[in-house]
Structure formats: structure tokens, C-alpha cells
């Protein structure tokens, strides 16, 4: 059902500062930056071969990246997995009691659409499945 590894979402306060740490690491610029109004984001994309390196920092205080930095600090937030067919992936996973946080698919960054997964059910990862619109 996976197919491969497509990002590590990493929530920072502050994105400049961590685009100059990963441009360091990957002795490039962003591969892609973009501002997610609906999830209360901007981002910044650093493609690392098959998979990319996700960074978000929150643009409001009541969105989800907020809340994540000021309970456990800056760090990794998700781990999220392509998949060929979101809503089938979402259906087997619920039908076998896993707790999906989207009843149906929301936008993700980057034209996909993606749907969460609760920690508690997956080793204390929050998970993302995406699929490319
Ligand atoms: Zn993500």
C-alpha cells in the first residue's frame, strides 16, 4: 500500500533559520516553498533523493504546528507515505480500527491530498498518507 517515504514533516518556529541549516546539509536552496492558509503553514520542501524534507512553521497560533512546538519543542512532527489510492488506503485502514483524524481526504502542500493518522495507534508517529492530485 505504501510506496515509498515522500517527506519528514519537521515543525520549526523559525523557517528562515531552518532553510539555512538544511540548505547547509543539502548545499542547496528549497525545492519548493509555499504557504498552506488552510492548515495555518508556511513550508519549505528539500527534495533528498526519493523523499524530501518537510519544514513548517506556523503562521497562527491556534493551528496544529503551534500547538505541536509548544508542547514538545521544534523536532519531527510526521513521517508521511505516498500511496497510489488515498481514500482506498484511508478504508482498509479505518475498516481495521486505526483511527484516521480526516473523514475524507484535505489538501496537503505541494497539489496532493493527504489524511492523518492518530499517534496513539501508530508507535507515536503521527502519520501522513498522500497522494499527487
Ligand atoms: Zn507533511
Redo the contacts with the bound molecule.
Keep these: 500500500m505504501l510506496t515509498k517515504i515522500d ?1 519528514i ?1 519537521i515543525a520549526v518556529r523559525d523557517l528562515e533559520e531552518a532553510m539555512k541549516v538544511y540548505g547547509d546539509f543539502t548545499l542547496k536552496d528549497a525545492d519548493h516553498i509555499e504557504e498552506l492558509d488552510s492548515e495555518g503553514v508556511k513550508i519549505a520542501f528539500f527534495n533528498v533523493g526519493e523523499s524530501s524534507i ?1 519544514l513548517l512553521q506556523p503562521i497562527r497560533e491556534d493551528c496544529a504546528i503551534a500547538k505541536h512546538i509548544s508542547k514538545r519543542g521544534e523536532g519531527i512532527h ?1 513521517i ?1 507515505y505516498a500511496v497510489e489510492d488515498l481514500e482506498k488506503a484511508m478504508k482498509s485502514l479505518v475498516d481495521k480500527g486505526y483511527r484516521c483524524l480526516d473523514e475524507t481526504p484535505r489538501d ?2 505541494h497539489n496532493t491530498k ?1 489524511a492523518f493518522f492518530h499517534p496513539k495507534q501508530t508507535l507515536s508517529t503521527l502519520i ?1 498518507l ?1 497522494q499527487k492530485k
Excluded: I, K, P
Design positions: 517527506h514533516g518537510e510526521h508521511c496537503g502542500a493527504v501522513e498522500s
